[in-house]
Every structure is written in C-alpha cells, then in structure tokens.
C-alpha cells in the first residue's frame, strides 16, 4: 500500500503479506490495525511514523522492518517497486513508528531484514495475556539486530509477557507507567529486556509493579 490513502476504516490482516510504503499507507487517523496473522511489512529507508496503526495482535503475526536498496539509484530502467526489496540493506539505527498496542494472547514477532539493524516503536501498550495463554513477544529473528521500544506499560494482576522465547533481540521499556498491577509477570528467556525508567514496569511496592523473572537472555537496567 503506497502513496496517501485517506480511509479511516479498519485494516485486518489474516495471511500473506501487507506492506507499508509511507506515512498514509494505512490510511488516516481510524480504527487501526488488527494482526491475525501473516506479516506487516514497513519499507522505508528513513523512520517513518505510520497513521492509523493503532494495532491489536489477536493471533500469531509478524511485523518486518525492509529497507529499498536501489532508493539510492537513478537513470536505470525498470527499478520499480516491483525490485523493492531483493536485496534490503537500509539504513542503520532506523526505527518505524506504529500507534499503541495491544497485545493479548497471541504471539507478535518483530524482525528486522535490512541487514544493518533496525526497530519499531509502539506507543501505550496494553498486554493482556494469562498464565494459561501468555502474551509473547519475540524481538530478532531477521537477518540482524532489532529493537521494539513499548510505550507505557498496562498489565493487570493475571498479565503474563514472554519476551523472546525464539527471538534475540532487545525489548526495551523506557517510560514511566502506573497502569501495572502487582500480580502481572514478564518472563525473559532470551535476548534482552531494558528498563530504561524507574518505574517503567511500575513501582516496586505492593499496590504495584511486575514480577520480573529471568531465565535467559539479559536484564539491562540503565538510566534508573
């Protein structure tokens, strides 16, 4: 989807591929994104912020960061859109904007493919998995390191977050919150997880805050 679009509607994705070229692809400021499946791709070689990307995960779903690797040529013949992607090489340190998340039981993989590193930021984020069918957030897994920067946290007393149970790279919740309740949980088992806030997943006290349990991967604490 390419140029600006200016539909407010609705975009599911169930299966395939679906990608984003600019900041309109989606559409205007709407109802969002839901991802019940197949792969959404954001194909810019600068960070872009996308409109109406207010996204829900309600199945396994997979959001891959691409990069154009002829952007950069001109005055050839036939290097349209179609050879967007053959060979993504991008721009290191860029990072695609969605709108909040929320994120349930389903799992939510993020990728980058563009060899040189890449991240997608969302803003607040509501995680609502149980013990019985946890949230799963994987980070990595593409052809190089990648980063998912969450906004405010919410998760209630039964919310369970795994991070990167196949995935191995960085997760990194950098704002302060209130919206977690003692009782919810965040399992790393690979890659890393950063707090980069004091209470970015919530106060250490017993009105709230998750229990941060570690069995693999890195606890990064900085700027705290």
């Known amino acids: 989807m390419a140029g600006t679009n200016t539909f407010t509607g609705a975009t599911t994705l169930g299966a395939g591929s679906l990608r984003g070229t600019a900041t309109a692809s989606f559409g205007a400021a709407g109802s ?29 779903a997979t959001v891959s960061i691409l990069a154009d690797v002829f952007s950069g040529l001109s005055g050839i013949s036939g290097f349209g859109n179609g050879y967007s992607n053959q060979q993504p090489m991008g721009t290191p340190g860029v990072t695609q904007v969605l709108g909040t998340l929320a994120l349930g039981s389903g799992g939510l993989t993020v990728n980058s493919q563009n060899y040189n590193g890449a991240g997608v930021t969302f803003g607040a984020s ?38 990167n149970p196949a995935g191995s790279g960085t997760l990194n919740l950098a704002t302060a919150t209130t919206g977690v309740t003692a009782g919810a949980s965040i399992n790393l088992s690979g890659g890393t997880l950063r707090l980069a806030n004091a209470t970015s997943v919530g106060t250490a006290n ?3 805050g998750a229990l941060v349990t570690a069995s693999g991967g890195v606890l990064e604490i900085a700027n705290v």
Do not use: D, H, R
Request: net charge negative; aromatic share 2%.
């Open 32 to 60: 969002g994104l839901t991802l019940n499946g197949g792969t959404l791709e954001l194909l810019t070689n600068a960070g872009t912020t996308f409109t109406n990307t207010n996204t829900t995960v309600g199945a396994g």
């Open 126 to 163: 509501t995680i609502s998995g149980t013990s019985a069918s946890p949230s799963l957030l994987n980070v990595g897994g593409g052809a190089s390191y990648s980063m998912v920067t969450l906004g405010a946290v919410t998760m209630g007393a039964t919310a369970v977050l795994n991070v």
């Open 206 to 208: 017993s009105a709230s």
